[in-house]
């Protein structure tokens, strides 16, 4: 990972205004430990893209994180956010179901204890399960896109 790191340090030292956000894949099986810890070391704040890994790896079904998520009574979505916001990570959900997108602001009432916490770093394979980063074609084609607002 440490390519996005000199992509960022780049922005850092060539720009007047320091990166606030830096957004990147981040969730159970893609965690980002080391670029989370430099980002914070340069006062860059992490913000989680796809918390739930569209739902790959069957993250929703995964015994970790379902038996997490049983011992507090709360969902398995609701166990990965509360992960996520004690690694102060900030994450914004996508939903459009209203009682998912209220469910998910339901994390503030539990703290994943310590144990759970390291149960969750087990999973982590230290792969995006989207695209590389890496591929030169693929980081074109990022870089190229152009949203229409």
Sequence with gaps: MRHI?????????????????????????????????????NNVQIESWAPFAEGK???????????????????VAQAVLRWLTQREVVVIPKSVRKEKIIENFNIFDFELSQEDME???????????????????????????????
């Design 119 to 149: 149960s969750i770093t087990t999973l982590d394979t230290k792969q995006s399960l989207f695209f590389s980063h890496r591929d030169p074609e693929m980081v074109k084609w990022i870089g190229t896109r152009k949203l229409d607002i």
């Design 57 to 75: 790896n069957n993250l929703f079904q995964n015994e970790v994180l379902v038996s997490i998520a049983e011992k507090y009574n709360k969902s």
């Design 5 to 41: 790191w000199y992509r960022l340090l780049d922005l850092i030292i060539h720009n007047e205004v320091v990166p606030a956000v830096n957004q990147i894949e981040t969730h159970p099986f893609n965690q980002q430990i080391e670029s989370a810890k430099f980002m914070k070391e």
